[in-house]
């Protein structure tokens, strides 16, 4: 059992995500659930980026650039929320914070967690709305993503000054995006997804 209510703290989230982060470490559920949750909403997110695709398949009368991307890069939506933690810790900690691993891996799975349920809402909307679910919600996604890793990552460590954080969290995130697209472009060429020659410049 959830010592609150999950409803109602995913909307705390949004207004006052510092405040729910520092409930959220209070609480302090042990190792094995936060491990746990990571894989539920990995899994979840898995789900629903199948389901996605299928629609965009249909929509789109099977012309789409690849097929089954959100399965075979599954394991990504594990290991990137794995990175994150690591991040918000390691390099909040570089800056005279003082959170732990442990604790930004709770952060980051809620963090998961809450933007699963926008991706659950874009997968509906693409019935109706299709470029809409594809950009605007994307958009969304990509900047409540940034507004809730700075305020999580301030809570984490103590830190005050939100611009000096979220411009830390920026350019980590900038670096961090350069080594993931470059990982995962060996990855989709290893498979065979996308030929050699198109990463020529």
């Given at each position: 059992m959830l010592p609150f209510d999950l409803r109602e703290m995913v909307l705390r989230t949004l207004l006052a995500p510092r405040?729910?982060?520092?409930?959220?470490?209070?609480?302090?559920?042990?190792?094995?659930?936060?491990?746990?949750?990571?894989?539920?909403?990995?899994?979840?997110?898995?789900?629903?980026?199948?389901?996605?695709?299928?629609?965009?398949?249909?929509?789109?009368?099977?012309?789409?650039?690849?097929?089954?991307?959100?399965f075979l890069l599954g394991p990504l939506q594990i290991a990137i929320p794995l990175v994150i933690a690591f991040q918000m810790a390691f390099m909040g900690r570089r800056f005279g914070g003082q959170g732990s691993f442990r604790d930004a891996l709770l952060l980051t799975v809620w963090m998961q967690g809450v933007l699963t349920i926008l991706q659950a809402v874009q997968v509906v909307v693409m019935v109706f709305?299709?470029?809409?679910?594809?950009?605007?919600?994307?958009?969304?996604?990509?900047?409540?993503?940034?507004?809730?890793?700075?305020?999580?990552?301030?809570?984490?460590?103590?830190?005050?000054?939100?611009?000096?954080?979220?411009?830390?969290?920026?350019?980590?995130?900038?670096?961090?995006?350069?080594?993931?697209?470059l990982i995962v472009t060996n990855i989709l060429v290893s498979l065979g997804l996308v030929p050699p020659e198109m990463m020529q410049p």
């Open positions: 405040e729910v982060a520092r409930e959220l470490i209070a609480w302090n559920p042990p190792n094995d659930a936060r491990w746990i949750g990571l894989v539920l909403v990995g899994v979840v997110s898995v789900i629903l980026g199948t389901i996605g695709e299928g629609m965009m398949t249909m929509l789109s009368r099977g012309k789409i650039p690849f097929e089954n991307m959100a709305f299709p470029m809409t679910a594809m950009f605007a919600l994307t958009a969304i996604t990509i900047g409540l993503l940034i507004y809730l890793l700075v305020n999580f990552t301030a809570a984490l460590h103590g830190f005050e000054n939100l611009a000096a954080t979220a411009m830390g969290v920026l350019l980590t995130g900038f670096f961090t995006v350069l080594l993931t697209a």
